[in-house]
């Protein structure tokens, strides 16, 4: 029937969702648990359907578990807020409480949005404002609406900041909350069509000042959505590509592109990498993915600590994180990608610049 069919498509979506980012490893398991609390009695009742689909859940599902208990999957469990140092349960549960009201506020869902560290990144909300009356609406719709399938989107909409309360760091994280898109626009979208039905009721005769409220708040939410849209454009283009370059990785691929046309006259290429420079911080996965190089050339990539600095050597690249570089060997060439501070004996060849004129890298040698 079609319904079983339905039960397999979405026993394959959750199960290939694991695959993604990891957000779903909290998501889909407290969904279940949602749908159970919710609609346990006819769950139960069709029972035997439900066999086949967890099986084919299950065989997603297994190779995760396997790497939870073998694998590094679990490799950044000190960021947990429960695995914080000198910190007791009840310390935890309440700085995880304080995480996930933060996601509600006004400042992270219309005004402000992301917060790195002690700044608000972008300045702008990740809901528009003419949205939030029609969340208001579409909220108190469902919860009067004592229907059990709205009740779930309650449920989707309590468990979503989980993913990023969890963890101590960069609270506010929209990437691991990206799972409330949906949601919102869902009870944006019900609270809309609650609105029409409303105004179709109380304002349905042709008496002018009924048809002219009814153009005057149509003309009202144009005016608003054009004005948040193109507030969000200012701010995108304007703002956001000048100050939080580095936020993008911004300059990697000038990089790269460099070492690609470049980097067959050197023995050795150099890459600053920088753990606090979001632009810096990766530079090793740009080189190896885009250049491309060879899988087994670094998945095992071999690391040394040195004075509290880590130096990664692959094939003849090395990147050194906050560590003095070393000088050519005699009868080496060797490519610097470098910090404007950095070689400064060295013959500049080229420069990658943010947009606001910033130096990302220098790129040089040693004549």
């Known amino acids: 029937t079609k319904k079983t069919r339905d039960l397999f498509f979405t026993a394959l979506v959750f199960g290939l969702s694991f695959h993604s980012y990891y957000v779903t490893y909290f998501f889909i398991p407290l969904s279940m648990i949602g749908l159970l609390l919710i609609f346990g009695k006819e769950l139960w009742q069709n029972k035997t359907k439900l066999i086949l689909p967890l099986l084919l859940l299950a065989v997603f599902v297994l190779p995760h578990i396997y790497h939870a208990l073998y694998g590094n999957i679990l490799n950044r469990g000190s960021l947990l807020v429960f695995s914080q140092p000198n910190q007791t349960l009840w ?20 005004d402000k949005g992301y917060r790195v560290g002690g700044e608000w990144f972008g300045k702008h909300g990740v809901l528009y404002w003419f949205e939030l009356p029609l969340i208001l609406i579409g909220l108190f719709s469902v919860i009067r609406s004592k229907n059990k399938k709205a009740y779930f989107l309650l449920w989707w909409l309590l468990i979503y900041p989980i993913p990023s309360s969890i963890t101590a760091d960069n609270v506010n994280q929209t990437l691991r909350t990206s799972i409330s898109v949906p949601i919102f626009q869902i009870i944006a979208a019900y609270g809309a069509w609650q609105l029409i039905l409303w105004f179709q009721k109380k304002f349905s005769s042709d008496i002018p000042w009924k048809l002219w409220f009814k ?7 144009i005016v608003a959505i054009v004005a948040c849209v193109w507030e969000y454009r200012r701010k995108y283009f304007e703002r956001y590509a000048y100050k939080y370059a580095p936020m993008s990785q911004y300059g990697m ?5 460099y070492i690609r046309d470049h980097g067959d006259q050197y023995d050795r290429i150099v890459i600053t990498g920088h753990v606090s420079d979001p632009a810096r911080r990766r530079p090793v996965l740009f080189v190896a993915y885009y250049l491309p190089i060879e899988p087994e050339k670094y998945q095992t990539l071999p690391k040394r600590l040195a004075h509290e600095s880590i130096v990664v050597d692959f094939d003849k690249y090395q990147v050194i994180y906050n560590h003095r570089k070393k000088m050519p060997k005699p009868g080496e060439k060797v490519l610097y990608i470098v910090r404007e501070t950095e070689c400064q004996e060295a013959k500049v060849h080229h420069r990658i610049y943010y947009p606001n004129g910033e130096v990302v890298y220098k790129i040089c040698e040693f004549m």
């Not at 310390?91 to 869902?109: A, H, M, P, R, T």
């Not at 691929?253 to 592109?257: A, I, R, S």
């Open 91 to 110: 310390e935890g549960v309440l700085l995880f409480l304080k995480n996930s009201s933060s996601f509600y506020w006004i400042d992270f869902l219309f």
């Open 215 to 221: 153009r005057g708040v149509v003309f009202v939410f």
């Open 253 to 257: 691929k000038e990089m790269v592109d």
